[in-house]
């Protein structure tokens, strides 16, 4: 321990110089969060306030709904997940195995514990029950298509088949409330999940088109991504609100909901677009000519053999993509006056109760504490799915 | 039309009769821009005949066997490969491409792909097998290239000599008519070099009718028909291996195997 310091922290003047700067400076700045939080802060108005910075004014006997799609959106996913081929060199011991899961799950399972404890309500824990079923029942679903007649399945129908699902039951959620009983972090969460999925087929075709021989195709798709990619996405958003009313009588309109849905995968799509054309472009050209030279045509080339290796490669960018996708929801708050967290966190400061004292740093850490979670929980799958699928590439 | 110049084409080689030919190459040419690399090419090759290719690189080797599948275009000429024209129909393409396997110098294995899948892609996709059959004749062509234990894992997990042995079950499982050898030895450890150049003169015993184009002059003496040695876009000199080694007639000829024996 004594020797590690020597050599890390305290090899030379300047390095110890440059340690104990910078370990002040980190003191300082713990033992002010942790006054923050354990002592000065007033979560109260979290607490409060919990439910309305959740899902808004969400009707009661809605919720179910909510939670129905909240439980298929996590099963989908497991069983995604859990469909992989699984790395031939992966045998663990048990100690190993438990790290991983705690890696993986244990940040999800301390803000699932902290919202559980902060809304101190049965329906809470039971829900928390509800979703680890779902997650394992969907894990368990997808290993069949490992182990079953599932296998012969194509890939893009499975695919299909496990995004549909939580779709479906989405748009059935939007369609049930009205808008004005919509808000909080249940507006980004679905504005995010929706738009990840649909923006993710739009831009692999616009990469497509752009790398196609037609000169129609490629120049429709150029035009397109250079103009998105030219926007500021908040200029967007309100262009989503005002401009619409010109072209579409406002009784027929549809809701700010569908509109930013419409904006951020729109807006995505451009920009995947062009993340994976680089990941095509990184493809080498043999691998389109041993194609080729047995035969394939040009679209079994690209969706047997290319497109997958350039997907793989472009795994980070992508995710980065998502992940900005995530944290963007929150300018539809300004942008369509739609009630989501960040405004719920300001408006709520406003309330009589607590009018001028000052607890917008409160909300704001509850804000962003929500969106680092769900981010950092993209980026550590993203490099999971990374290694799994990177399997005999490195 | 395309008779005509069938038999045209025949009659400039000299030995083999025009029935036997299962490639015919005609008054081939073909440019990158301004540099001329293959002029005025004409061969043919029979039927269970093996050819190799040899010359200085540069010299248009390459090029030529990769017109026969199309993966270059020729700019002028003709070439038949079992009757059929090289056309910019598509169809034919295609046909000509189900009927010529090709070995390529850096392999290009699909890396996503296992072994077995990667040997399975063509009966597959192309011939339209069910997935079980298309495994079980990918399978049977990994044991004859005597790698079966090898299905499961990716191409990056195999050494050099086998990723080549994979590419070459690969393009037999098409069952060609014809396979092009690209200098399939050329990317390869010198130890690895003969487990796919023993694999190849297996094939070659066979009776598959081959073109090859490599630097491995023993092989050439051992298993081809007939030399061709190319130099600058053109065939110089065709001939038996025993001609052109041992008693080249044209000055490049010469030239070029002093440098290289």
Same mark, same amino acid.
């Given at each position: 321990m004594i020797t590690w310091m020597r050599r890390n922290l305290f090899r030379s003047v300047t390095d110890s110089l440059l340690t104990v700067v910078s370990a002040t400076i980190l003191g300082i700045v713990l033992v002010q969060v942790f006054q923050f939080v354990f002592i000065n802060g007033r979560w109260e108005i979290i607490q409060v306030n919990l439910k309305i910075l959740l899902v808004g004014r969400f009707p009661d006997e809605l919720m179910y709904l909510v939670g129905f799609s909240i439980l298929a959106i996590c099963f989908s996913i497991a069983s995604?997940?859990?469909?992989?081929?699984?790395?031939? =060199?992966s045998i663990q011991n048990l100690p190993a195995k438990l790290w991983g899961l705690f890696q993986r799950f244990g940040l999800i399972a301390a803000t699932a514990a902290l919202l559980i404890v902060l809304a101190a309500d049965f329906d809470a824990v039971a829900f928390g029950g509800y979703v680890l079923m779902s997650i394992v029942a969907g894990t368990l679903f997808g290993r069949l298509r490992r182990t079953t007649a599932l296998k012969k399945l194509p890939g893009w129908i499975w695919v299909l088949l496990n995004a549909s699902l939580p779709m479906v039951l989405i748009f059935i959620t939007i369609g049930q409330a009205a808008l004005e009983e919509w808000?909080?972090?249940?507006? =980004?969460?679905?504005?995010?999940?929706?738009s990840i999925t649909l923006s993710f087929p739009l831009g692999v075709l616009l990469a497509l088109s752009r790398r196609s021989s037609l000169p129609l195709l490629r120049w429709l798709s150029t035009t397109y991504i250079e103009l998105i990619r030219g926007a500021p996405l908040f200029v967007l958003l309100l262009l989503a609100g005002v401009a619409l009313e010109f072209f579409i009588p406002s009784s027929i309109a549809p809701d700010a909901i569908f509109r930013a849905i419409t904006v951020f995968t729109l807006f995505t799509a451009a920009y995947l677009a062009e993340v994976i054309r680089g990941g095509l472009q990184s493809i080498p050209k043999g691998?389109?000519?041993a194609g080729k030279a047995l035969g394939l045509s040009t679209v079994k080339i690209t969706f047997l053999i290319t497109l997958p290796q350039a997907l793989r490669n472009v795994i980070p960018a992508q995710i980065g993509q998502f992940i900005s996708l995530f944290k963007d929801t929150t300018l539809a708050g300004v942008a369509l006056s739609v009630f989501e967290l960040l405004n719920v966190g300001s408006a709520i400061t406003k309330q009589d109760d607590y009018l001028g004292q000052g607890l917008i740093y409160e909300t704001l850490a509850f804000v962003a504490l929500l969106f680092w979670v769900g981010s950092y929980v993209m980026s550590r799958e993203s490099q999971r799915i990374e290694?799994?699928?990177?399997?005999?590439?490195? | 039309m395309s008779n005509e110049v069938f038999k045209d084409a025949s009659k400039m080689s000299g030995d083999r009769e025009s029935d036997d030919a299962i490639i015919v190459i005609d008054s081939v040419y073909k440019r990158f821009k301004d540099f001329e690399a293959l002029k005025n090419i004409h061969m043919q090759v029979g039927r269970k005949e093996v050819v190799v290719v040899i010359g200085p690189s540069g010299s248009g080797k390459s090029t030529l066997i990769r017109c026969i599948n199309r993966l270059e275009v020729h700019d002028e000429g003709h070439i038949f490969v079992d009757g059929t024209a090289l056309t910019t129909d598509i169809r034919n393409i295609q046909e000509i491409r189900r009927e010529t396997?090709?070995?390529?110098?850096?392999?290009?294995?699909?890396p996503h792909l296992t072994v077995l899948t990667n040997v399975a892609m063509g009966p597959r996709r192309v011939r339209g097998l069910s997935k079980s059959a298309a495994e079980e004749l990918a399978m049977e062509l990994l044991t004859r290239v005597k790698i079966p234990e090898q299905a499961d894992k990716f191409p990056a997990q195999l050494s050099g000599g086998q990723q080549q042995r994979v590419a070459l079950a690969r393009a037999l499982a098409m069952?060609?008519?014809?396979?092009?050898?690209?200098e399939p030895t050329s990317a390869l450890d010198p130890e690895m070099i003969n487990e796919v150049l023993d694999a190849m003169k297996e094939l070659a015993q066979e009776g598959m009718t081959m073109i090859v184009v490599t630097h491995e002059m023993g092989f050439a003496r051992e298993v081809a028909d007939r030399v061709i040695f190319m130099d600058n876009g053109e065939i110089v000199e065709v001939g038996t291996p025993t001609e052109i080694f041992d008693n080249p007639k044209e000055e490049r000829t010469k030239k070029f195997l002093s440098q290289i024996l």
């Amino acid at each position: 321990m004594i020797t590690w310091m020597r050599r890390n922290l305290f090899r030379s003047v300047t390095d110890s110089l440059l340690t104990v700067v910078s370990a002040t400076i980190l003191g300082i700045v713990l033992v002010q969060v942790f006054q923050f939080v354990f002592i000065n802060g007033r979560w109260e108005i979290i607490q409060v306030n919990l439910k309305i910075l959740l899902v808004g004014r969400f009707p009661d006997e809605l919720m179910y709904l909510v939670g129905f799609s909240i439980l298929a959106i996590c099963f989908s996913i497991a069983s995604l997940a859990g469909g992989l081929e699984r790395a031939p =060199n992966s045998i663990q011991n048990l100690p190993a195995k438990l790290w991983g899961l705690f890696q993986r799950f244990g940040l999800i399972a301390a803000t699932a514990a902290l919202l559980i404890v902060l809304a101190a309500d049965f329906d809470a824990v039971a829900f928390g029950g509800y979703v680890l079923m779902s997650i394992v029942a969907g894990t368990l679903f997808g290993r069949l298509r490992r182990t079953t007649a599932l296998k012969k399945l194509p890939g893009w129908i499975w695919v299909l088949l496990n995004a549909s699902l939580p779709m479906v039951l989405i748009f059935i959620t939007i369609g049930q409330a009205a808008l004005e009983e919509w808000g909080g972090f249940l507006i =980004n969460f679905y504005l995010a999940v929706v738009s990840i999925t649909l923006s993710f087929p739009l831009g692999v075709l616009l990469a497509l088109s752009r790398r196609s021989s037609l000169p129609l195709l490629r120049w429709l798709s150029t035009t397109y991504i250079e103009l998105i990619r030219g926007a500021p996405l908040f200029v967007l958003l309100l262009l989503a609100g005002v401009a619409l009313e010109f072209f579409i009588p406002s009784s027929i309109a549809p809701d700010a909901i569908f509109r930013a849905i419409t904006v951020f995968t729109l807006f995505t799509a451009a920009y995947l677009a062009e993340v994976i054309r680089g990941g095509l472009q990184s493809i080498p050209k043999g691998q389109a000519e041993a194609g080729k030279a047995l035969g394939l045509s040009t679209v079994k080339i690209t969706f047997l053999i290319t497109l997958p290796q350039a997907l793989r490669n472009v795994i980070p960018a992508q995710i980065g993509q998502f992940i900005s996708l995530f944290k963007d929801t929150t300018l539809a708050g300004v942008a369509l006056s739609v009630f989501e967290l960040l405004n719920v966190g300001s408006a709520i400061t406003k309330q009589d109760d607590y009018l001028g004292q000052g607890l917008i740093y409160e909300t704001l850490a509850f804000v962003a504490l929500l969106f680092w979670v769900g981010s950092y929980v993209m980026s550590r799958e993203s490099q999971r799915i990374e290694k799994k699928l990177g399997v005999g590439l490195r | 039309m395309s008779n005509e110049v069938f038999k045209d084409a025949s009659k400039m080689s000299g030995d083999r009769e025009s029935d036997d030919a299962i490639i015919v190459i005609d008054s081939v040419y073909k440019r990158f821009k301004d540099f001329e690399a293959l002029k005025n090419i004409h061969m043919q090759v029979g039927r269970k005949e093996v050819v190799v290719v040899i010359g200085p690189s540069g010299s248009g080797k390459s090029t030529l066997i990769r017109c026969i599948n199309r993966l270059e275009v020729h700019d002028e000429g003709h070439i038949f490969v079992d009757g059929t024209a090289l056309t910019t129909d598509i169809r034919n393409i295609q046909e000509i491409r189900r009927e010529t396997g090709m070995v390529f110098q850096n392999f290009n294995l699909f890396p996503h792909l296992t072994v077995l899948t990667n040997v399975a892609m063509g009966p597959r996709r192309v011939r339209g097998l069910s997935k079980s059959a298309a495994e079980e004749l990918a399978m049977e062509l990994l044991t004859r290239v005597k790698i079966p234990e090898q299905a499961d894992k990716f191409p990056a997990q195999l050494s050099g000599g086998q990723q080549q042995r994979v590419a070459l079950a690969r393009a037999l499982a098409m069952t060609p008519k014809v396979m092009l050898f690209d200098e399939p030895t050329s990317a390869l450890d010198p130890e690895m070099i003969n487990e796919v150049l023993d694999a190849m003169k297996e094939l070659a015993q066979e009776g598959m009718t081959m073109i090859v184009v490599t630097h491995e002059m023993g092989f050439a003496r051992e298993v081809a028909d007939r030399v061709i040695f190319m130099d600058n876009g053109e065939i110089v000199e065709v001939g038996t291996p025993t001609e052109i080694f041992d008693n080249p007639k044209e000055e490049r000829t010469k030239k070029f195997l002093s440098q290289i024996l």
